[in-house]
Structures are given as C-alpha cells and as structure tokens.
T-cell receptor, first 114, second 114 residues
Framework: DAGVIQSPRHEVTEMGQEVTLRCKPI?????LFWYRQTMMRGLELLIY????????DSGMPEDRFSAKMPNASFSTLKIQPSEPRDSAVYFC????????????FGPGTRLTVL | GQQLNQSPQSMFIQEGEDVSMNCTSS?????WLWYKQDPGEGPVLLIA?????ELTSNGRLTAQFGITRKDSFLNISASIPSDVGIYFC??????????????FGTGTLLAVQP
C-alpha cells in the first residue's frame, strides 16, 4: 500500500494568494482528517470526513479555509486568501473505519506564506 | 481545551541508554497511541493500546496503558541514533464518546549522541 499521499510537499506563496493542498487517502479507509502543525500550537485537527462527507469542521480557523472530498480517493484543503500566519505544516491522515482509532499520516505539506 | 501533558519536553542521551517518556491527563482515555515524527515527515504509528493495564512491545519499544486510564508511558531500550525524532502520545477521550477525534500530546524531542 502506498500510504497517504500529499502534494505538494512544499509550497511558498505570497500573502493574498490562493493555496490548494491535496491528499490521496489509503484505499479503503473511510475517514480522512486534515491537521495543522505549528511550534506554538502543536497538532490541531482542522476537519474530518467520513465516507467523503464533512463531519466536524469546528477546527477550521476561519472562512478563508475550506476543504472538500469529492470522492473516496481525493481531498483538498484550500486557503483563500492566504496570510503569513497560515504558515505551518499541514497533514492529511486517514483511518480505516469506526472500529479503530489508529490514524495514518501523510508526509505533510510545508506551507510558507510570505 | 482538552489537556494531555507529555513529559519530558526534550531528552538528550547517549547511544545505548534507555529512554522513558509519559503522558498524563486528568481525564480518562479509552485508547492510547504513540507516534514518532522524523524531521520533514508525518507522524508514524509505533504502538497502539486499547485496554487499561495493557503492556505492548514493538522491538526495543514498550508502551503501557495506565491502569487508571489517565496515563501512558513509552520506553525505548538501548537507544540508537535513528531513534532521534519527536515522539507524540495521542488518545481518544472517553468523555467525548465516539467523536473520531484524537487528542495529541505536545511531543518529546529525543536526541541521541553516538
């Protein structure tokens, strides 16, 4: 199994630009999670999906952030417009089903907003 | 927010030494997970614990689910340079029921001197 795939691995953009982060989950996993990691706040859950449906987006910082999962093989996290304080590492993680709590993380996207 | 205290924050040891780190909370957890994060990568699952008192090993790693369900520890025996990284505990809070959310500790940075 290829594991969780994220792209790009690194993104540098200017303030005000739109940023789109992509995730391909492990095949057959029903749950997909988006996290943000910073030195100050550690790992924060932004949103998670179950069977492509957003279940809890209470961690999304503000309306500039949006996430979609159009099918079981793909999810995006979009920031529009981006701000310097959005600079962080964004992780996608997936979980097989409701019978396990184990989440498998992708390699992350390091976002720098200038 | 929910609190999950992880200690120590960092450890600097000599190769061959044993390492111990732990996570504690004032709340009860029904699952404990231990992850390791290498620089520039996502967290990788090391050990999963599902029952109070459970003691599980994975090579040189041993973890236990505290009997009170409020703590967990991870031991690494005979450390080697590739053990370097950040170790995170994560748990599923019993009080949250079936929320699919994991609470992450703040991490323990481990440095191993060859």
């Amino acid at each position: 199994d290829a594991g969780v795939i994220q792209s790009p691995r690194h993104e540098v953009t200017e303030m005000g630009q739109e940023v789109t982060l992509r995730c391909k989950p492990i095949s057959g996993h029903d749950y997909l999670f988006w996290y943000r990691q910073t030195m100050m706040r550690g790992l924060e859950l932004l949103i998670y999906f179950n069977n492509n449906v957003p279940i809890d987006d209470s961690g999304m910082p503000e309306d500039r952030f949006s996430a979609k999962m159009p099918n079981a093989s793909f999810s995006t996290l979009k920031i529009q417009p981006s701000e310097p304080r959005d600079s962080a590492v964004y992780f996608c993680a997936t979980r097989r089903d409701r019978n396990t709590d184990t989440q498998y993380f992708g390699p992350g996207t390091r976002l720098t907003v200038l | 927010g929910q609190q999950l205290n992880q200690s120590p924050q960092s450890m600097f040891i000599q190769e061959g030494e044993d390492v111990s780190m732990n996570c504690t909370s004032s709340s009860i957890f029904n699952t404990w997970l231990w992850y390791k994060q290498d620089p520039g990568e996502g967290p990788v699952l090391l050990i999963a614990l599902y029952k109070a008192g459970e003691l599980t090993s994975n090579g040189r790693l041993t973890a236990q689910f505290g009997i009170t369900r409020k703590d967990s520890f991870l031991n690494i025996s005979a450390s080697i340079p590739s053990d370097v990284g950040i170790y995170f505990c994560a748990g599923q809070l019993l009080s949250l029921g079936w929320t699919n959310k994991l609470i992450f500790g703040t991490g323990t940075l481990l440095a191993v001197q060859p």
